[in-house]
């Protein structure tokens, strides 16, 4: 019977930091991806060629969203009209039409993609053995 008791009791205490730990686990998502992104904006930002700052300034993230299904996701984006042609590339073009050249992309929106990458493997890992730590 003392048995049973202390038995309930350690279950009911288990419960209850299993539910504080999973509460701490429901906000790691978008604190990591939000860390991850701004890493990922920050190098985009650095990375950006200046002729007149305009493009290197555009580099934003929208927030954190979270889906219906609990995925969350984050934007990162440049609004200057121009940022597809600096990335990707585009083709030099003469007076009557003709194509004499192409200038190569500068791929600074994938670069940043794969920094925000490893970055949030890096971050979600240290933030679960931090919540490990933190319930031992």
């Keep these: ?10 279950i ?5 930091e299993l539910a504080e730990m999973v ?9 990591c991806l939000n860390r991850a992104v701004n890493e990922g904006v920050r ?4 990375n950006t060629n200046v002729d007149t700052g ?9 927030p954190a969203v979270k889906s219906a299904t609990g995925g969350v996701s984050k ?19 003469s007076k009557t039409g003709e194509t004499v050249g192409f200038v190569k992309g500068q791929y600074i929106l994938e670069k940043a993609i794969t920094l925000v990458d490893k970055t ?14 933190e319930h031992d």
């Design 1 to 10: 019977n003392s048995n049973q008791r202390y038995n309930q009791a350690a």
């Design 120 to 133: 949030l493997v890096k971050a979600y890992k240290n933030e679960m053995e931090r919540i490990a730590k």
């Design 75 to 93: 934007t990162l984006v440049n609004g200057a009209d121009y940022a597809s042609f600096v990335n990707h590339g585009h083709r030099i073009v």
């Design 54 to 62: 305009f493009m290197r300034k555009s580099w934003r993230s929208a």
């Design 23 to 31: 509460d701490d686990i429901k906000e790691v998502d978008i604190k």
């Design 12 to 16: 009911k205490q288990y419960r209850k």
């Design 43 to 46: 190098y985009a930002k650095l």
